[in-house]
């Protein structure tokens, strides 16, 4: 277990040279020294009380790792992907996301703000197909 502690500090002085540690939140640093401890615990002979931070640790590791897994891409459909980039939302926009970006073009380019009544309604198009295609991936 000695090994493991090595090979953890190095993980965290890997993590430090690389500049990845300011990507970590708060939680996985912690989680990250609770391991260390743990198998810093381990390796001095305190095999019970070592093996208890260490286990939390990847547990929590375990958890998140699962949480973060990539799902099955599906395709979107061209007017869909043509409508995200209209409105300027990405994948993952609720529904209230593309509201928002419909108010805030619909606003700029209204007819009524000097704006052309085709580029409107091409504006609301995209947050119709938009929420159809949202509501009907929800179901």
Same mark, same amino acid.
């Given at each position: 277990m000695g090994f493991l502690a090595?090979?953890?500090i190095g993980f965290a002085?890997?993590?430090?040279f690389t500049g990845r540690l +300011?990507?970590?939140?708060?939680?996985d640093g912690m989680m990250l020294g609770l &391991?260390?401890? @743990?198998a810093v615990?381990? $390796?001095r002979g305190g095999k019970f009380w070592g093996a208890i931070p260490l286990g939390i640790a990847a547990l929590y590791a375990l958890r998140r790792w699962s949480a973060v897994?990539?799902? +099955?891409?599906?395709?979107?459909?061209?007017?869909v992907?043509?409508?995200? &980039?209209?409105? @300027?939302?990405?994948?993952? $926009?609720?529904?209230?996301?593309?509201?928002a970006a419909h108010r805030r073009l619909i606003a700029k380019i209204h007819p009524d703000a000097g704006?052309?009544?085709a580029l409107a309604e091409k504006i609301n198009e995209a947050r119709s197909i938009l929420l159809q295609h949202l509501s009907a991936r929800d179901v």
């Amino acid at each position: 277990m000695g090994f493991l502690a090595l090979v953890l500090i190095g993980f965290a002085g890997w993590l430090i040279f690389t500049g990845r540690l +300011a990507r970590l939140t708060g939680k996985d640093g912690m989680m990250l020294g609770l &391991a260390i401890v @743990g198998a810093v615990m381990i $390796a001095r002979g305190g095999k019970f009380w070592g093996a208890i931070p260490l286990g939390i640790a990847a547990l929590y590791a375990l958890r998140r790792w699962s949480a973060v897994r990539p799902r +099955a891409v599906i395709a979107e459909p061209q007017a869909v992907s043509e409508a995200r &980039a209209l409105l @300027g939302v990405g994948v993952g $926009a609720t529904a209230e996301d593309i509201r928002a970006a419909h108010r805030r073009l619909i606003a700029k380019i209204h007819p009524d703000a000097g704006g052309t009544e085709a580029l409107a309604e091409k504006i609301n198009e995209a947050r119709s197909i938009l929420l159809q295609h949202l509501s009907a991936r929800d179901v």
